[in-house]
DNA sequence: CTAAATACCTGATGGC
DNA sequence: TGCCATCAGGTATTTA
C-alpha cells in the first residue's frame, strides 16, 4: 500500500490510540526480514502511546522512551479497533495483535511480510532505515535551491531519481509518476538536465500530488486500508499511473507504460517529450 | 563513492 | 482445470 499519503492516513487514524496503556501482544508469526522486537515490547506493558508519528513511509506508535514502527511493505495494514468485545474474527496475514487497557486493539496486517516491525529508543528518534533519510516534502528545509542543488550532481533519470530516499521522503511508484505528468516532464530525462524552473515546478507537483493524496484518505489498488477499515478514494484521481493505453486527459494520446529501475512508470509521450 | 540488479514473500491474473 | 510466467504500493543487500 504504502507511499507518504497512506502512511500519513494510517498514522492519522491511528490517534485514538494516544493515551491508552498496553496491556499486551501476541505475534501470531515471526520470521519477518527483522525479527519482532518482543523484548522491548514486553518493555512496554503497562505504559501508555504518547502519539502516533510518521517519518518518511515509516508509520510509529509514540511511547515515553521510544517508538514501535510498523512498515507495511508492499501490502501491510494497521487497523485499530475500539474494543475487544466483538472482535472479528482474526484474518489469515493477522501477525500481529495489540491489546490496550481500555479495550482497543491494533493489528497488523501484511500478506507479503515485506513490513517491518522495528523499536529504536527515544520518541520520534529515526526509523531504523538502512540509509540516512533524507527531508520530508513538506518540510520547508526542502525548498527549490536544495531540490536544484541535487538534481545537477545525477545524472539518474527523473523518475527513479524522486522515488529515492536519500533525496526526497515518501515518493514512490504511484506519486512519482503522476507528479511527473502534472510537471509535463518526461519521467526519462537525466535529473541533471532539469532547468531551475523545472526543479521548481516539479516540487510543486510532488508537494500538490502527495497533499491531494492524504486529502483523499491515499490510494486503494488492492491493501490499502485507512485504521478504520475503509478504503482510500485517490486511485479514482490518478492520471496515468495504471492507464496503459488510456487516453491523456489533456491530449489524448495514448498513455505509455515502461520498466524503469525494474518498477513500472507510466507517462504521455507527447505532453512528457523530452 | 554511485548505480544497477537481486532478494525478500504471497497472491492475482493471463496465456496456453 | 492446471501449470507457468509475470506483475504488484518498498527497501535491504549484493554486485558491478
Not at 519521467?187 to 502527495?210: C, E, F, M, S
Amino acid at each position: 500500500m504504502p507511499e507518504l499519503p497512506e502512511v500519513e492516513t494510517v498514522k492519522n487514524g491511528l490517534k485514538p490510540i494516544i493515551g491508552s496503556k498496553l496491556k499486551g501482544f501476541i505475534v501470531h508469526k515471526d520470521g519477518w526480514r527483522k525479527p519482532v522486537p518482543v523484548d522491548k515490547l514486553t518493555a512496554q506493558i503497562g505504559k501508555p502511546i504518547t502519539d502516533t508519528y510518521r517519518r518518511a513511509k515509516w508509520p510509529a506508535l509514540v511511547f515515553e522512551d521510544g517508538c514501535l514502527w510498523m512498515h507495511l511493505g508492499m501490502s501491510g495494514q494497521i487497523r485499530l479497533f475500539n474494543s475487544d468485545k466483538n472482535l472479528p474474527p482474526l484474518e489469515k496475514h493477522d501477525h500481529i495483535e495489540l491489546f490496550f487497557e481500555d479495550g482497543k486493539v491494533i493489528r497488523f496486517k501484511d500478506e507479503r511480510r515485506f513490513g517491518i516491525v522495528a523499536w529504536t529508543d527515544h520518541p520520534y528518534s529515526e526509523p531504523p532505515s538502512s540509509e540516512k533519510l533524507g527531508p520530508e516534502p513538506f518540510d520547508p528545509e526542502w525548498d527549490d535551491s536544495y531540490f536544484y542543488k541535487q538534481l545537477s550532481q545525477y545524472k539518474t533519470p527523473i523518475k527513479p531519481f524522486i522515488m529515492n530516499a536519500k533525496i526526497v521522503v515518501g515518493v514512490g511508484n504511484i506519486y512519482a509518476s503522476e507528479a511527473l505528468f502534472l510537471a509535463r516532464i518526461s519521467p526519462l530525462k537525466p535529473a541533471n538536465t532539469l532547468t531551475k524552473h523545472d526543479a521548481a515546478n516539479l516540487r510543486g507537483k510532488i508537494i500538490q500530488v502527495l497533499q491531494a493524496g492524504i486529502k483523499g484518505g491515499g490510494s486503494t489498488l488492492k491493501d490499502h486500508r485507512m485504521a478504520n477499515g475503509e478504503i482510500g478514494d485517490y486511485q479514482n484521481s490518478h492520471t496515468v499511473y495504471g492507464k496503459e493505453g488510456r487516453p491523456c486527459v489533456v491530449c489524448g494520446t495514448p498513455i505509455v507504460k515502461i520498466t524503469q529501475a525494474t518498477r513500472s512508470t507510466f507517462y504521455c509521450p507527447s505532453c512528457q517529450s523530452d
